[in-house]
């Protein structure tokens, strides 16, 4: 757990403003098949997500909708997917001084078991087929969070997602001036399968681009459906889902936790267990076999190719602007190797 949760050794640019938000009227009149016009008055936003063992990413996403949302909820299980228990990853992290400045403006809900599954559920999940019943049992639950928390009133809209669907600063700034014709409205995410240069092609696409992600989910909070996958019908483009980051403490705890994953893989352990961290960082980072799985490597596409798919994929593209600031503190993003877990620290500015 103290190398999940350690914060990046270089202080980068933590001090850096957010850019500039795009004008608000322009903005509601260029994506008309989503809006007509301008609210009379802005929406309170509501950034809810499920965390799981993300540490650096919540940090990029906090900063991201900083100035914009005006409550953060982090929903957490007690247990993994398989019925493991599990730390709270908040409990721990909230102290940290990258984090304590969103602290006026956030909730933390934590499921228990019993919440989820009811009493008297085996807390083991022995197949395959039932693991994905912990991850819609919390989908579940936060209806009724959200009638206990008496959120419905009609100028508040919810971004629901996970922790690593991170949409962009401007069209959360989007959401909150400007009248949607209707909701649920998706959000299409680039897939970078982490590094940011390239592209992964999705089983959620939206509007029929095959290499975003239909998450996260902009909806009204007293008309909660969860994650709607790029199939709700009108969609925002740019973002990143920043899953599969190659933080490697984070890497081999998602695979053991993972409700789509089978544990650590021969070839990760084989490295690990000679000490070869290093190579092990590479050969994901180079998508190289067999530690970087071949049918994701068939999937994927360096950013120029994508581009030349189609030029829509550039409103897409999106880099968070905190992570775009701070390549030094989140070096795995970039393909180079984090001093957290490298001994050799590098002194980059």
């Not at 929903?75 to 984090?99: I, T």
């Not at 693991?131 to 989908?139: D, R, S």
């Not at 490597?297 to 550039?314: D, M, N, Q």
Request: glycine share 8%; charged share 20%.
């Amino acid at each position: 757990m103290p190398w999940l949760i350690m914060e990046p050794l270089l202080q980068g640019k933590v001090n850096k403003e957010p850019p500039a938000l795009m004008s608000v009227p322009q903005g509601c009149n260029d994506h008309g098949q989503v809006f007509h016009g301008m609210r009379k008055m802005p929406a309170a936003m509501i950034d809810m997500f499920k965390l799981g063992y993300d540490a650096d990413v919540v940090e990029v996403r906090l900063r991201e909708y900083a100035d914009i949302v005006d409550l953060v909820v982090i929903v957490e299980a007690e247990s993994s997917f398989w019925g493991v228990p599990k730390l709270s990853m908040w409990d721990r992290l909230r102290a940290q001084s990258r984090f304590t400045p969103f602290s006026d403006k956030l909730l933390h809900l934590v499921f228990t078991w019993a919440d989820i599954h009811g009493n008297g559920t085996s807390k083991v999940v022995r197949k395959r087929e039932k693991q994905w019943t912990t991850e819609g049992g919390e989908n579940n639950m936060i209806p009724e969070v959200l009638r206990h928390l008496k959120l419905n009133s009609d100028s508040i809209v919810l971004n629901f997602g996970d922790a690593d669907e991170v949409t962009s600063r401007n069209n959360m700034h989007l959401m909150k001036h400007c009248e949607p014709k209707k909701l649920p409205v998706d959000s299409g995410i680039w897939f970078p399968m982490g590094r940011v240069d390239r592209a992964f092609k999705t089983d959620w696409p939206t509007g029929g681009f095959q290499y975003t992600l239909g998450d996260p989910t902009y909806q009204p909070p007293s008309h909660f459906v969860g994650l709607g996958h790029g199939k709700s019908g009108p969609y925002l483009l740019g973002g990143m889902h920043m899953t599969d980051y190659n933080y490697l403490p984070f890497r081999v705890m998602k695979v053991l936790s993972n409700s789509d994953s089978g544990g650590v893989p021969q070839a990760w352990s084989n490295l690990l267990t000679l000490g070869n961290v290093s190579k092990l960082f590479f050969a994901f980072s180079n998508m190289e076999a067999p530690v970087f799985p071949a049918e994701w490597r068939t999937r994927i596409i360096p950013l120029g190719e994508l581009f030349k798919k189609s030029l829509a994929y550039k409103d897409m593209v999106y880099v968070p602007w905190f992570l775009a600031a701070n390549e030094a503190r989140f070096p795995a993003w970039f393909g180079k190797e984090d001093p957290r877990v490298f001994s050799k620290v590098r002194r980059s500015t």
